[in-house]
């Protein structure tokens, strides 16, 4: 973090930093930052109160970042469409509402305009042939541009919470998206048979409601986009003196990056219990409080990547230190595949297929969650289903690829031997097939877990 008395000073420009990030409240530009012109690359001025940029800031043709979240923008400055290498932008919680004709840079390809109120997308979207992360949840869309389907490079896409009242059929064509999410939209809502509503509705019936008075939050464990998860003692309902020690997510009220906390919760529980999620307890529903009562993971289970970063975009990263063998890749890919044949099975899209996401311990048994970007299927038609796990396919296949990969890194620096050739190119073969473009011809997760588990025989 730098302070605006040091950019007026002119540290900053003798230092010819690539970086800068300022948080002070701002109500204007500060023109001294197009001082820094010839060195810039990335520029955060998020948290300020900022409704505007000068037409100078096309002078900072060596910008390829850009964040401008919690300012005060009510439209896209279309001034940055003028920065020829700008490629990552960020506006989220603003005021937007207008979103002009080709006011993005034509080679964006992050591109975050979450939690604002946004009612129409531009044509122009569609020439962003770049453009791979695109979040758009918590706005009041309520069609997508057509022009989108041009959008062939797109691989995840956040439309949850907004007003769209049909999931239009292109977007389950899209060749390289992988993660999707389009909840607490009128057009999930509307549910295509009894049949499906009632499962749903059962599902959810399987657990109990509880209260917060019957829980004594402890240590925080963890934070993300919708909630807190604290660690926490519960007293069961029919036995006062018994309690039980248990994992809570306490959900954030408002929209998040990746929709409503509300439809989490009910994917969680119309999820139902499998070995390999975590696994929901109980679930409390106040006027003021969601919140997810959950089995408290043990403390020797660990994260098996790190979330994906400026540079991968959409691609999971791992520590340096992070240690995998091939067996447990492959322990872990088949526990993986089994747990979204049951999802799937039980109309739910999880939409965050990553190693992130997932929990392993030394002998790589394997525990799935963060539900936050889940989609209940029973709104779409058996096609549209199936499309949507295709979809959820091939961010099984970035996985395992993410994955294989580190295994070779971690090969090629400890002068290991590699692994077994054969196993090795059956896992690569199996990558290409969750991988190809034509969504209709990926494998079923039912197909895959079979394959894996062919695959751990012979490990």
Known sequence: MHTLAQLQSGELH??????????????????????????????DLSNNKLSSLPEQFEQLQNLKILFLSFNCFTEIPSIIAKCPKLEMIGFKANQIVTVAENCFPVDTRWL?????????????????????????????????PETMSNCLSLELFRVSANKLTEIPQWLFD??????????????????????????????????????????????????????????ALWQQPSEKELTQAVAVKVFRGAVTSDGYPKDELHCCLQAGFHPNL??????????????LVMELIPAHFYNLGLPPSLETCTRDTFAEGMDVSLTQVVKVMTSMAGALVHLHQHQVSHGDIYAHNTMIDRDANMLFGDFGAATDL???????????????????????????MHLRELNSASNSEEPDVSILGQLSDLVNDCLQTNVSMRPRFIVIEQKLAAIQIQL
């Open 174 to 231: 899209m060749p390289k998206l992988a993660w999707l999410a389009f909840s607490g939209n009128p057009a999930t809502e509307t549910r295509l048979s009894n049949t499906k509503l009632s499962n749903a509705k059962l599902s959810e019936a399987n657990f109990s409601q509880t209260t917060m008075a019957q829980l004594q939050l402890g240590d925080q464990l963890g934070q993300g986009a919708s909630g807190v998860i604290y660690q």
């Open 112 to 144: 975050i305009l979450t939690d604002n109120k946004i009612k129409q997308l531009p044509q122009s979207v569609g020439l962003l042939h770049r453009l791979k992360k695109f979040a758009l949840a918590g706005n009041e869309l309520t069609s997508l």
């Open 14 to 43: 003798q230092n010819k930093i690539t970086r800068l990030q300022i948080a002070e409240g701002l109500t204007t530009f500060p023109m001294e930052i197009i001082d820094l012109a010839e060195s810039l690359e990335v520029l």
């Open 278 to 291: 975590i696994r929901v307890l109980s679930h409390i529903a106040e006027t003021d409080k969601l919140a």
């Open 378 to 404: 029973s709104c779409l038609s058996a096609e549209q289903a199936k499309a949507m796990e295709g979809i959820e396919v091939r961010a099984i296949g970035n996985m395992l690829d993410d994955l294989l």
